[in-house]
């Protein structure tokens, strides 16, 4: 059955913090302010959603006498092995590149197979005859000019979906599509969200892997940096 909410009173929530304080946990907005005012440090170490938090909870730290870490943000890295170095090489793609969604990669990669040339073959000669039209009679450049622009977005759409089809029956580049964002953007997360520590340590050993990694740590930048173990 759905409970009623009802109105908690200031001494029913002072006796519940004094009584049993597990009870209570504060949102994850402003959970920053509460852990400086119980552990008071000089530098919070986090990443770009932390750092998030800590800038929209910013304006209430005066408001309770309590005096905010310097925000620092954390180290962050992107693994890359060589199977998926290899793949990435093969389909000339960057590995920032890969954090696109799978749809919008395939059809980038698509036109790079397809007739470049084909948004300025459906034109034609459009965009001249317009111009011409227009140059002869004013009245009609600002429709001339919407006219382009509207078939110009729907040629674009056009190639775009070509691009798309000729790529999702290229079924070697959907696969290694697949393959590097299972690697890099899997579940179309950053890698760092969904692999923890343990599962790159087992693969590449934990001494080489944090040798690697403190060797291309750059404080006080939260650019990814790409190690290829």
């Known amino acids: ?9 200031r001494n029913e929530l002072l006796a519940a913090a004094r009584e049993n304080p597990l009870r209570l ?5 402003l959970r920053p302010l509460v852990q400086d005012s119980l552990l008071p440090s000089v530098a919070y170490v986090g990443g770009p959603a932390e750092l998030g938090y800590l800038a929209q ?6 408001l309770f006498g309590v005096r905010p870490a310097l925000a620092a943000p954390r180290a962050r890295f992107r693994l890359i092995d060589a199977r998926t170095a290899s793949i990435l090489k093969t389909l000339n793609l960057a590995p920032a590149e890969v954090e696109t969604p799978r749809a919008e990669l395939l059809a ?8 470049l040339w084909l948004q300025e073959q459906l034109l034609g000669e459009l965009p001249r005859i ?3 039209a227009a140059a002869k009679h004013p009245a009609l450049e600002r429709a001339a000019r919407r006219t382009r622009v509207s ?4 040629t674009a759409k056009f190639v ?3 691009a798309r089809l000729l790529a999702l029956e290229d079924e070697t580049i959907a696969q290694r599509v697949d393959k590097v964002q299972a690697a890099l953007f899997p579940q179309e997360t950053p890698q760092e969200r969904i692999d ?3 599962f790159h340590a087992a693969r590449h050993g934990f001494a080489a892997l944090k040798e690697l990694a403190l060797s291309r740590i750059k404080p006080g930048e939260a650019v990814v940096e790409d190690l290829y173990p």
């Open 57 to 62: 909870c910013a304006p209430l730290y005066p």
């Open 25 to 29: 946990s504060s949102s994850a907005l």
């Open 108 to 115: 980038r990669l698509g036109s790079r197979h397809a007739n």
């Open 151 to 154: 078939v110009e977005r729907a």
């Open 1 to 9: 059955p759905r409970q009623r909410v009802g109105i908690v009173r």
């Open 130 to 132: 317009l111009s011409a």
């Open 196 to 198: 923890a520590l343990p």
């Open 160 to 162: 775009a979906r070509h």
